[in-house]
């Protein structure tokens, strides 16, 4: 399992580096398939319980947002407007043909289109930033830092359980550990970014950065789990060998995005 689960990383990593460093149209591709894919799986997960959120408003919905935020960001709004009144009607008709639970569906649609779409493409909002690849090269780096460190150090250690109902294999040991790291690592890259070139982040600044981003992120994990959990499936998919599918990797990404944007603009510019 590890070995597949490292060799999909490096592969993963040999398609999303490149795309993260021209940014532009790759990097906006490159993650508009990703969010959408996700919007996918998310639909799946909850059809399987029993719920019928709309497939084509979710991928559609997550892909034209992306869309919108990419290249008319002030017409964003607007179209988020628009979809969540799209969503309703689409489950007002859904319910006149007879399904009692299409206010359910709605709330789990428009859920759906919001959190993927609207939080999801604040990646995109990050490298769009003046100085946006040193930006997301710091971000995204966070997670992976305390990801990685708790998967290994909970594996090694671990002996109390971080959430028993939520994920069992999380323990307060590895998220602990994660958190370190995280902070450590993100403390690093933002000197050697800053001496290579990239925006004057002090490594306390890094620090703070990291250790919030360490903190937090893992609530995206958690919260991925709480929709599996209440569906009884283990993974989104299986598209990705070892690791299940999209939505269970980029779980964290969608919180570090969002709360890396806002900490960065807020207080690093």
């Known amino acids: 399992m590890l070995i597949k689960r490292v060799l999909a990383a490096l592969a993963l990593a040999a398609i999303g580096i490149p795309a993260m460093i021209m940014g532009g149209l790759f990097y906006f591709v490159l993650i508009t398939l990703l969010l959408g894919i996700a919007a996918w799986e998310y639909g799946q997960i909850f059809h399987t319980a029993g719920y019928n959120a709309s497939t084509p408003l979710l991928v559609g919905g997550v892909v034209l947002l992306a869309a919108f935020r990419g290249f008319f960001p002030n017409l964003a709004p607007a179209a988020l407007t628009l979809l969540i009144l799209t969503a309703m009607t689409w489950h007002l008709l859904d319910y006149e043909k007879g399904r ?5 569906d709605f709330a789990i649609t428009v859920a759906g289109i919001v959190y993927l779409g609207w939080i999801g493409t604040y990646l995109i909002d990050i490298r ?49 550990g994660g958190i370190f790291f995280g902070t450590i690592g993100t403390a690093g890259l933002a000197v050697l970014w800053h001496r290579l070139g990239g925006p004057a982040v002090t490594w306390w600044q890094g620090a703070a950065l990291g250790a919030a981003l360490s903190i937090l992120t893992t609530l995206g994990d958690l ?13 989104a998919s299986n598209i990705i060998p070892g690791h299940g599918g999209v939505l269970d990797r980029i779980d964290s990404w969608l919180w570090a995005g969002a709360l890396g944007y806002l900490l960065i603009v807020w207080f690093l510019l």
């Open 100 to 104: 009692d639970l299409a206010a359910t």
């Open 128 to 176: 769009n930033l003046t100085d946006g690849i040193w930006w997301l090269a710091l971000v995204l780096p966070a997670v992976w830092f305390a990801d990685t460190a708790a998967y290994f150090i909970g594996s090694r250690f671990g002996k109390h359980q971080l959430s028993p109902r939520l994920s069992p294999k999380k323990t307060w040991e590895g998220y602990w």
């Open 223 to 235: 919260g991925e789990s709480m929709f599996k959990r209440q569906a009884g499936v283990k993974d």
